[in-house]
Structures are given as C-alpha cells and as structure tokens.
C-alpha cells in the first residue's frame, strides 16, 4: 500500500487549514481515513470515514416523557444509544428557551458515520458523574469505552396526582482500539460543537474533545482536568 496520497485527495479527506500541505504516511496518516483506489488513474486515495457540518450535527433528542430516542423529533431510534463519544461537556446554561439547567452534551459518530449530538440534564447529569467518576481514576474517559444510554421509568406524584417521566442511566463496555483512535483524531482535526447550544454564557464544569472556532466566541478547546461533583 503507497504511504503517501496527491494532494487533491488529501484535501477532500482533511481539515482546510492542513490541507494543502498534507502528505500521509503511516505515522501521519489520521485513523478516520480510509483507504480507496482512483479507478480512473490506479492512484490511491484517502477518505473520510465521518460526515459532519461543523457547528451542525445530526440532532438526536432524548424524549423524557416517552423514554425514547429521536431524529430530531421524528426517526425514532428505541429507548437506548450505544456509542462511543468523541466529545463532550458538561455546564450549566439557559438554552433552547428551556431556563438556566445542568446539562450534559455528548457528541458521537453513528452506525453511518454522521456527527451527532445528544443532551441531557437533571439527573441524567448526575448517572453520567456516576460513570465519568471511575473512569477517570482508572486513567480513562468516555472516549476510551463505548457507553451504553437506557431510559429508566420514574414516577412522582404531587397534590395526589402521580406523573411518569424516564432519566438516562449510563454504563460502559471495553471499546476496540482502532474506533476509539479514529474519532480521537478526528475530535483534534475538527471543531466539535453545536451552535444551536453555544452561548457565551455557559458555566463550564467539564470538557473533552468540545471546540469552537475562535471566530464564534471564547470558550477553550483544551479539555478540563479537574472533575466537579454535579450540582
């Protein structure tokens, strides 16, 4: 297999700003690109693996009053996600008109390879601190496993009156290495983020992977080291 590919192919495959100088080779090569052959000149030829609109990713909702996952609101996906997340934060904001919550943002890449966002908040923030927390003492993070979202039924009554309503509760599985790569390479070659949820306003409690262009506002891209309780 050639180690290097034209400089053409490299910048369908790669970010614009390294585009025009990139040559591959194993040692550089990023591990969300796959391998092709140019039938028309023999050449090989790279491609991205992901499909993603900076700033814009697939929406998946988690519907708490149904215990089901969507596409925005109208495929459904079942009442649980498996996925391996290639970024995340977790921070307290007004967003989506919905008041100042806690709220958890998990971006991941499909079965197809698209880009996707989910959010959660109340204490489904709280069951992901439950996971993170172990995690990170044995020198792990989300990226590193795939976690599995299930719905849990929950209900609550008031005045006498008893109402059903489902939180996420999150655990994990061993995740093969070569995924676990491609998307950490691609959370580094890509800004990782929704705007529909950016704000200025946000008070950030932890990241990984979360960036947005320095044009759209002043957040920080490096990931936060230390690990707050939920609140």
């Known amino acids: 297999m050639a180690t290097a590919t034209t400089k053409q192919a490299a910048a369908k495959a790669a970010p614009t700003a390294q585009a025009t100088e990139l040559t591959l080779t194993p040692s550089t090569r990023p591990a969300y690109l796959v391998a092709g052959v ?13 499909r993603y609109l900076p700033g814009h990713p697939r929406q998946v909702r988690f519907d708490a009053k149904a215990g089901q996952f969507n596409i925005n609101g109208a495929v459904p996906l079942g009442n649980s996600l498996y996925f391996i997340p290639l970024a995340w934060r977790v921070f307290q904001d007004d967003i989506l008109n919905m ?3 806690l ?5 991941f890449a499909d079965d197809k390879g698209a880009i996707c966002a989910v959010l959660f908040h109340g204490y489904s923030v709280e069951n992901l601190y439950r996971l993170i927390e172990p995690l990170f003492y044995d020198d792990l993070t989300l990226a590193d496993v795939t976690v599995k979202v ?27 290495a070569a995924e ?8 580094r070659d890509f800004p990782i983020w929704r705007a529909e949820t950016y704000t200025r306003a946000a008070d950030l409690r932890i990241q ?11 957040e920080p891209a490096a990931a936060a080291t230390a690990l707050p309780m939920a609140a």
Do not use: C, M
């Open 99 to 101: 008041g100042r919550k």
């Open 103 to 107: 709220w958890t943002e998990l971006f």
């Open 180 to 187: 676990v790569a491609a998307r950490r390479d691609y959370a």
């Open 38 to 50: 140019d039938e028309s000149t023999g050449e090989e030829t790279w491609s991205n693996r992901f």
């Open 150 to 176: 299930t719905t849990e039924k929950k209900q609550t009554t008031k005045e006498g009156k008893t109402a059903t309503y489902y939180i996420a509760q999150f655990s994990y599985d061993a995740a093969d």
């Open 208 to 218: 990984h992977g979360y960036t947005v262009p320095a044009e759209d506002g002043p």
